[in-house]
Nanobody
Framework: QVQIVESGGGLVQPGGSLRLSCAAS????????MGWYRQAPGKQRELVAS???????MYVESVKGRFSISRDNAKNTLDLQMNNLKPEDTAVYYC????????WGQGTQVTVSS
């Protein structure tokens, strides 16, 4: 059974940066499209960025130009570089396949506040 572990979150001031990382066991990284999702308090979980095995990326409009998703298929890693963070980016961030087919990990909390 695949276990997903997200890390790298924290408290950062507006305009700051964070880099999130995703590690997983099993066959997780053999999946074609992987993504980073987030869930803000009182809101539904949403996909914010995805990347295919070939490197094709997609970003939700609100993070374009600020977030960058990357994966290393050889090292089984999936990262999300987040720059120029805004208070509205505050959420718990998760990684999963797209569409999400694996059990969700605990996520990593990102809080953007002055």
């Amino acid at each position: 059974q695949v276990q997903i572990v997200e890390s790298g979150g924290g408290l950062v001031q507006p305009g700051g940066s964070l880099r999130l990382s995703c590690a997983a066991s099993g066959s997780f990284f053999s999946i074609n499209i992987m993504g980073w999702y987030r869930q803000a308090p009182g809101k539904q979980r949403e996909l914010v960025a995805s990347i295919s095995r070939g490197g094709a990326t997609m970003y939700v409009e609100s993070v374009k130009g600020r977030f960058s998703i990357s994966r290393d298929n050889a090292k089984n890693t999936l990262d999300l570089q987040m720059n120029n963070l805004k208070p509205e980016d505050t959420a718990v961030y998760y990684c999963n396949s797209w569409p999400a087919t694996f059990s969700w990990g605990q996520g990593t909390q990102v809080t953007v506040s002055s």
